[in-house]
């Protein structure tokens, strides 16, 4: 019998091998669409701000590969869908109010502490190496989505048809509560407070439902409070932060190669800073706006006298922040008392 030999073929040998590199050549210099889901207003400062640094960011850092859809006003989830669309994956990438996940993260609760910080302290507190972003976002992971950046809006303020200064002045108002922690300080002060949505705050003002409501300063003018209140005041952080941000499902953010997570990750502290410095700049701006649309605003600070009654008053909450992981609190405290 004649033997037949098999004569190995170099040329077929090598490109056998090619299709085992080619998906990460490909991946790596495939295009990428970004679909960053918003809901509220479209204008929002929060929005306008992040997203055009954002884009700015991508197009120099990627020349163009990587790029930006904007789903906004709710087109695929509202704000308080994120806390499931986000780690199911139905949205990718959004826009978050952080305390709205304590559903499943109770430390995001903490955010509402009334620690009296400043935006500039929040801000330390939120990126120093173990601050909470770095806490929450280990906790985010745990559920399926990962935090990737934190835009401080201010800490609320409270729009009341009588004018507000010392914690005393809350007494007996029925004051709106956006969420459980505000509900226990206007308790605390002796008010009554009031489960009323965002978008229904300008009527129930008008109509005597409630008095006074705590409010995002942002929302003041969303709403048009200043038609229907004649006060305004920002207590510090004695109503905690108004912490918003954006999150990204965990395995489609994993699912990108690493060089891309760097560039996408690099764009986003970008714009996650710009936002912030935006942020402040607007605040300083809304508090003449509304001065002209005849609301008498007061923005609390440590020179004031009511400010230490702020703090005495409210110290019960803060000593609830025992409830919270330890090191959840160490960076929020430490800020707190360098303050």
Same mark, same amino acid.
């Given at each position: =019998?004649?033997?037949?030999?098999?004569?190995?073929?170099?040329?077929?040998?090598g &490109?056998?091998?090619?299709?085992?590199?080619a998906?990460?050549?490909?991946? /790596?210099?495939?295009?990428?669409?970004?679909?960053?889901?918003?809901?509220?207003?479209?204008?929002?400062?929060?929005?306008?701000?992040? !997203?055009?640094?954002?884009?700015? %960011?991508?197009?120099?850092?990627?020349?163009?590969?990587i790029?930006?859809?904007?789903y906004?006003?709710? +087109?695929?989830a509202?704000?308080?869908?994120?806390?499931?669309?986000?780690?199911?994956?139905?949205?990718?990438?959004?826009?978050?109010t952080?305390?709205?996940?304590s559903? !499943?993260?109770?430390?995001?609760?903490?955010?509402?502490l009334?620690t009296?910080?400043?935006m *500039?302290?929040?801000?330390?507190a939120?990126? +120093?190496?173990?601050?909470?972003? *770095?806490?929450?976002?280990?906790?985010?992971?745990?559920?399926?989505a990962?935090?990737? /950046? =934190?835009?401080?809006?201010?800490?609320?303020?409270?729009?009341?048809?009588?004018?507000?200064?010392a @914690?005393?002045?809350?007494?007996?108002?029925?004051?709106?509560?956006?969420?459980?922690?505000?509900?226990?300080?206007?308790?605390?002060?002796?008010?009554?407070?009031? %489960?009323? @949505?965002?978008?229904?705050?300008?009527?129930?003002l008008?109509?005597?439902?409630?008095?006074?409501?705590?409010?995002?300063?942002?929302?003041?003018?969303? +709403?048009?409070?200043?038609?229907?209140?004649?006060?305004?005041?920002?207590? $510090?952080?004695?109503? $905690?932060?108004?912490?918003?941000?954006?999150?990204?499902?965990?395995?489609?953010?994993?699912?990108?190669?690493a060089?891309?997570?760097?560039?996408?990750?690099?764009?986003?502290?970008?714009?996650?800073?710009?936002?912030?410095?935006?942020?402040?700049?607007?605040?300083? $701006?809304? /508090?003449?706006?509304?001065?002209?649309?005849?609301?008498?605003v007061?923005?609390?600070?440590?020179? =004031?006298?009511?400010?230490?009654?702020? /703090?005495?008053?409210? %110290?019960?909450?803060?000593?609830?922040?025992?409830?919270?992981?330890?090191? =959840?609190?160490?960076?929020? &405290?430490?800020?707190?008392?360098?303050?």
């Amino acid at each position: =019998m004649k033997r037949i030999t098999l004569r190995r073929r170099p040329l077929l040998a090598g &490109l056998a091998a090619l299709p085992l590199a080619a998906p990460a050549v490909v991946r /790596a210099q495939a295009k990428i669409v970004i679909p960053l889901a918003t809901w509220g207003s479209p204008t929002h400062i929060n929005i306008v701000q992040f !997203l055009g640094p954002l884009e700015a %960011a991508l197009q120099r850092e990627s020349n163009g590969r990587i790029t930006v859809k904007h789903y906004p006003a709710g +087109q695929l989830a509202q704000d308080v869908d994120m806390p499931i669309a986000i780690p199911t994956g139905k949205v990718k990438f959004g826009w978050i109010t952080v305390q709205g996940w304590s559903g !499943l993260i109770k430390d995001v609760g903490a955010l509402s502490l009334p620690t009296a910080m400043t935006m *500039e302290q929040v801000a330390t507190a939120c990126d +120093q190496p173990g601050g909470f972003k *770095e806490v929450l976002d280990k906790q985010f992971r745990t559920k399926g989505a990962t935090l990737l /950046a =934190m835009t401080d809006i201010g800490s609320p303020a409270i729009a009341s048809s009588k004018k507000i200064l010392a @914690p005393e002045d809350v007494k007996g108002l029925r004051m709106r509560a956006p969420a459980e922690m505000h509900a226990e300080l206007i308790k605390l002060l002796g008010g009554s407070p009031v %489960a009323i @949505p965002f978008a229904e705050v300008y009527t129930a003002l008008q109509h005597g439902t409630i008095e006074s409501a705590i409010i995002g300063f942002q929302g003041i003018q969303s +709403q048009r409070v200043y038609e229907v209140t004649k006060f305004a005041i920002i207590p $510090g952080s004695f109503t $905690g932060t108004g912490m918003q941000g954006f999150a990204a499902n965990l395995q489609w953010w994993n699912g990108f190669s690493a060089a891309d997570r760097e560039t996408i990750g690099k764009a986003i502290r970008e714009a996650e800073l710009a936002c912030r410095a935006e942020i402040i700049k607007d605040r300083a $701006g809304l /508090a003449d706006l509304y001065r002209q649309k005849g609301m008498e605003v007061t923005l609390l600070d440590p020179s =004031m006298p009511q400010f230490a009654q702020w /703090a005495k008053a409210t %110290a019960p909450l803060l000593a609830k922040g025992d409830s919270f992981s330890k090191e =959840m609190m160490a960076p929020i &405290l430490a800020a707190s008392a360098a303050k």
